[in-house]
């Protein structure tokens, strides 16, 4: 199938997939932290989350939002070095 486009259409088809699966990563990435947040941090299921879960929950999600920040912070400056 990808004979019938031209080299730059493969190129843009190439690099669409290649965000479609950064994307998939990421959300597979994503799945597998709040797994982890859940079981580390909910310690019975209830109705509602005590507040020692609550906190634990919170400070994850803050230093998984800290972490992604400084990793994209990071990407931008090493892609305007290039």
Do not use: P, Y
């Amino acid at each position: 199938m990808a004979q019938n486009f031209d080299e730059a259409a493969q190129r843009e088809l190439a690099k669409f997939l290649e965000a479609e699966q950064a994307k998939a990563r990421l959300q597979q990435s994503i799945h597998t932290f709040c797994d982890l947040a859940f079981d580390k941090c909910v310690t019975k299921i209830g109705n509602k989350l005590d507040r020692s879960e609550e906190a634990c929950l919170a400070n994850t999600v803050d230093r998984f939002l800290d972490t992604s920040l400084f990793i994209v912070r990071r990407l931008e400056e090493t892609k305007g070095s290039m």
